[in-house]
């Protein structure tokens, strides 16, 4: 894995932003997530050498 790779999912697991004086923590929002999971899956692919499209045969109904 590369080293943003690395980077995004260490941020991802902590807080987006802590507050001491009152105590709030405020955490990733879900778009932010998913964002991150498609950016990340989309890389590994990538890097696995694998080819996204498959190539099959397509024949019209009735036809032999």
């Known amino acids: 894995m590369t080293e943003l790779s690395e980077q995004i999912q260490s941020a991802l697991a902590k ?3 802590v507050r001491n004086g ?3 923590v405020e955490q990733h929002s879900p778009k932010d997530l998913i964002e991150a999971d498609r950016y990340l899956a989309q ?9 996204p499209i498959g190539i099959f045969r397509i024949s019209p109904p009735g036809s032999i």
Not at 43 to 51: D, F, I, N, P, R
């Open 43 to 51: 890389q590994e692919v990538a890097q696995s050498g694998a080819l």
């Open 22 to 24: 009152v105590q709030e």
């Open 15 to 17: 807080p987006k932003r």
